[in-house]
C-alpha cells in the first residue's frame, strides 16, 4: 500500500536547525503538490507550507518565512523541511502530504504522513 516513510524528527536547542523527510514509497512523488502541516499541543492543524505543482509557486506561513524550506528530490523519491533558527514556537508535530492541489486538510490529501515530532531543549 503506497505511503510515506518519515524520518528526521526529534530534540534540537533554541535556534538549532532540523530536516524532516518524507520518502514515497509504491508512489511517484514527482507530480504531486507537496505539503507540511504541523500541530502544536493544543492548537489546531495548521499549514506551513505548500509547493504547488501546477504553477511551481511555495507558499510559507509567516510565521516560518524565511527560516524553513520545502523541497524535494526526484531521484530519491523524497520531499524534505529544512527548518532553521528554530523558536519555542515551532514545536509540534509536523506532517507531509502530496495531492493534486494545495488544500487546507491534510486529511484530504492523497498520501499523508503519521507525523513526526519536533520538540525544542530547554
Known amino acids: 500500500q503506497a505511503h510515506f516513510v518519515e524520518s528526521g524528527g526529534g530534540l534540537v536547542q533554541p535556534g538549532g536547525s532540523l530536516r524532516l523527510s518524507c520518502a514515497a514509497s509504491?508512489?511517484?512523488?514527482?507530480?504531486?503538490?507537496i505539503a507540511w502541516f504541523r500541530q502544536a499541543p493544543g492548537k489546531e492543524r495548521e499549514g506551513v507550507v505548500c509547493w504547488n505543482f501546477m504553477d511551481g509557486r511555495i507558499t510559507y506561513d509567516d510565521s516560518v518565512q524565511g527560516r524553513f524550506t520545502i523541497y524535494r528530490d526526484t531521484a530519491k523519491n523524497t520531499m524534505y523541511l529544512q527548518m532553521d533558527s528554530l523558536t519555542p514556537e515551532d514545536p509540534a508535530v509536523y506532517y507531509c502530504?502530496?495531492?493534486?492541489?494545495?488544500?487546507?486538510?491534510?486529511?484530504?490529501?492523497?498520501?499523508w504522513g503519521r507525523g513526526l515530532q519536533v520538540t525544542l531543549s530547554s
Open positions: 502530504g502530496a495531492d493534486a492541489f494545495c488544500g487546507s486538510l491534510i486529511s484530504a490529501y492523497d498520501f
Open positions: 509504491d508512489f511517484v512523488l514527482d507530480g504531486y503538490s
